[in-house]
């Protein structure tokens, strides 16, 4: 065959075999296991910023046999986890459930919890938070002493007002069943179950996985320090 001759009709058939298939892989792989979000919100600052774009878990707590065609063999090479406390979930917003949030799992169905000058008690007792931050904000009693109601926030969900009133027992909130309270990392400026309720077990998509972009400023002067910085951005999540 000289230079100039074009590919015959057989080798044209496999190279578009090859692509169909990387396509039917790759959509796959995002209709099943894992699908790109991106942080709208520094509400979970310093664990992820404004801007980062992450790949979740969907597996990680999908029901026994979830893809479709693998059944429980599946779940043998990925076997879904229950949601614990600590876990970084994504989520349909209650809200607005076209919105995916990313917060952080404190208290499991059954939980009993208030917040006393922003630290939470659980069951009881003080939770350790390693992963919180405090940052410099107003004092505010419905942010920090949660469940307050001697005056309504208005970033306050209506609806959740109204459930918040009915969920109190003896000055904490109850977790009911199937359900989990969640918040940000970044307690001062994070709009979470403090402010619009509970998150069902059904609305959660996944856990973060790792971010694999950040759109974060960093001085890059150089190639070699742009290179170090876009491997520095990708950042496994747990």
Known sequence: MSATQPPSRDGLLIHAQALLEIVVVALFIAGFIVQPFRIPSSSMQPTLLVGDFLLGDKQAFAPTGAVPGFGSSFDKILPPTIVKRGDLVVFHFPVDPTIHLVKRVIGLPGDRLHLRDGLVILNGTP???PYAVYSPAPPDSFR???????????NVDPRWWAQLRRSI???????PPNRYFVMGDNRNNSEDSRY????????????PLLVYFSIAPTPTPTLRSRLKSAL?????LH
């Open 196 to 207: 619009w309720g509970f998150v069902s077990r059904d609305a959660i998509v996944g856990r």
């Open 169 to 175: 027992v003896n000055g904490e909130i109850v977790v």
């Open 232 to 236: 520095h951005q990708i950042r496994i």
């Open 144 to 154: 920090d002493d949660f469940p307050s109601l001697r005056s309504a926030d208005p």
């Open 127 to 129: 939770l350790s938070e």
